[in-house]
């Protein structure tokens, strides 16, 4: 048996304690001697500042919100599209290749070509996350629908059931593990993205935050705006992870966390 | 992922009905319509959707300044110094933490907020850190993709089928023989880190060259960028995937060789 | 049993069929030319190599798989799954739907074309022949391997089938599950009197269940050998085994499939 949760939780606390008190020391102490590099306690303070002034919490929610419409979007084409695909062999012969090439291309290398098109504007930050987020939820899906297994399709044959009766009872939740990884995938990646079209230019967010810290030479803001975003993943990873688990039985949700 | 393909221990049609197999090539088609279609059709003079023939003559006139190749090389370089140094760090420690069958526990939550640390976040800290130079980038990257190269590598000697491990014991292996059957035998999990990793070094790469416009493949495509060049924009992404593919190819080339003596892989 | 039923009604018509597959874009002969009847309320068991194309056999029975030659069942010809045949398949992790609990996995045949209620009594007459009242609500991964190929069963039986046609459904079981399944096997039969047809490479477990036994061997296969299995309407682990008749079919049919292998080697 597994050790009880609450145990976990407490263990997993000791080594980032350990590595912060590290930290803390290897600068007091005068290990690491770099101009800019901010103390966990400096860190600290900055958080509580921006935190008391009200920038944290609207950087943050205008990044969330940006990240989770982008998501949204790119969700619900990548698993239509993607179930099509999957579904009709003849198209997948017929577009993967191109499928592949264009999810290979280095997603940094277009956001230049959003910048050109839309300028620093929220369209912007919204298509570069959600054309991010589209790819792991658009090839999950079709591959978790080209794995559907034979058997599976016979059995709905000789149940003589509809196109589409097959397609909700047995392709579509059979796939369902695999479509909620890309999903999983899609929701990190919509986060960093924008994240990233903040710094690189759209005046807003966390991302606008962090690089105006860093113009202003407040190393402490910055590292403390990095440890948001990092906590912004973590919990919007653990929130679908949880929602997840609600809507499927418990065998299910270790598949989606792998 | 893939638990449910590998689920064949009953059923002699044990397939899933169209396969998985590669996608065949002509799969391309819709795309070489679509620049086609933009060449023939687009409007010579648009400032959003240059022609697919003005994307090849900003190449061209990148290449005549001299411009591309240094930057292509500078890209390149740091791209391959992060991966061999994150392939060493990461495997070693991959191989040190997987040694240690109690620290799962402890370090996994930690481990899992590092690795999902944006890289893109952590670039400007970086700059501020250490400057904005060559050695500031090798930092992130290595920083970036160490951590497939870690986990899997890691989950590789977790997994060691403990057949394997008592046999090394029974043997009575010691030091480095011990070593080098260990890495023998985490091979194609290490394998498997790097492939994921070597796409998100590039990435990382670019974009670190991007952010702080140091010299390199991301600082051209900033600078066409800001000169609201859009040919040369179009022109350098193209680059960058035709980078992203011959990464890919390489990780392909160097996996199919190292592992045509291990027998397929199921991860 | 047969003895004792009307064999004048043939449920199948087979004959001359064929079956040809594609394989890694090559087209092989799997079946050629077999002919056959089955007969109403009978058990044919079809025994053959593994690999010699049983499955493919069955498949074409429950039309889902194109063919040459004529298959009619009840009198026409058959094209595409026909109404009141259910296929029991040997792999039952894939053949069960792990998101579904037992109750809903049986109800997937019938849910949504016969009223609630008939629907709900269904499930449960069905869930009781193959005595899992006690886990309708359990998942199939939660079950032992018996006891999720009792789910497919009874997935068939709710839909009150004319026809079973059993794809080696034990064939991955261990031997105690599978004499118990067997046997159950029977008991069903008795009680719902469906026409069966049951493919295993296991000779004593064609004999045991049987009504008549055909022989599929060689490649491309066809029959090769019938006989009429006389054991009677109970039979019994141990002493219908040991029984002369039991030895004897087993034996014949042993020394059949030795013969038709040899011939396929000495073709080869």
Known sequence: MAPPKRQIRLIGWIAPTILVVLWQLSIDVGLIRFRYFPTPVAVARALYTIALSGALYKNTAHTVFVALIAWAIASALGVAVGLVVGLSVPLWKGVMASIDLLRSLPIIALVPVGVIIFGFTLKLEIVIAAYAAIWPTLVNTISGVRQTRIELLDVGKMLRMSALERLRKLIFPSSLPVIMVGLRLGLGLSLVLTVVSEIV?????????LISAEQALHPGQMFAYILVVGLVGYLLNGAFLYTARIFSPAERSSEITR | ????????????????????????????????????????????????????NRWLAAINSLQQQGTLWTSILATASTFLQSMIVATLIGTTLGMALGSITWGGKALDPLLDFLRNLPAAALVPAAAIVLGTNTKMALVIVVFSSVWPILLSTRSAILNLSPVLSSSITNLRLS?????????????????????????????????????TNLSGVGALILSAQQNFNSAEVYALLLVAGVLALVVNSIVSVIEASVLRRHGPVTT | MSEVRNKGEVIYQVHDLSVNLRRRGQERVILKSLSFDVRKEECLSIVGPSGTGKTTLLRALAGLI??????????????????????????????????????KNVALGIEGRIPKDQ????????????????????????????????????????????????????????????????????????????????????????????????????SPASLSFEVDIRLGETRNQISTKESGEFLSLRHQVHEQMRKAHGASQATN
């Open chain 1, 201 to 209: 230019g759209t005046p807003h967010g966390i991302g606008n935050a």
């Open chain 2, 1 to 52: 992922m893939t638990r449910q393909t590998f689920n064949t221990k009953t059923g002699n049609i044990g397939k899933s009905h169209s396969g998985k197999g590669v996608a065949p090539l002509f799969g391309l088609l819709p795309l070489v319509v679509l620049l086609l279609v933009w060449q023939i059709f687009g409007n010579p003079h648009s400032v959003f959707f240059p022609q697919p």
């Open chain 2, 175 to 211: 030091g480095l023989r011990r070593t080098s059957v260990m890495i023998g035998s985490a091979l194609p999990g290490i394998l498997l880190g790097v492939r994921v990793a070597a796409p998100l070094a590039l990435i990382v790469t670019l974009l670190a060259e991007f952010i």
């Open chain 3, 66 to 103: 194109p063919y040459a030659g004529s298959v009619r069942y009840l009198g026409e010809t058959l094209d595409g799954p026909a109404s009141d045949v259910v296929l029991v398949f040997q792999d039952y992790v894939n053949a069960l739907l792990r998101w579904r609990t037992v109750q």
């Open chain 3, 119 to 218: 629907c709900q009594e269904r499930i449960d007459e069905a869930i009781e022949t193959v005595g899992l009242q006690n886990y309708r609500d359990s998942y199939p991964w939660e079950l032992s391997g018996g006891m999720q190929q009792r789910v497919q069963i009874a997935r068939a039986l709710a839909m009150k089938p004319k026809v079973l046609l059993f794809d080696e459904p034990f064939g991955s079981l261990d031997a105690m599950t599978r004499e118990g399944l067997q046997d159950e096997l029977l008991r069903v039969r008795s009680v719902f009197q469906a026409t069966c047809v049951f493919i295993t490479h296991d000779i004593d477990e064609a004999v045991y269940l049987g009504d008549r036994l055909m022989l599929l061997s060689g």
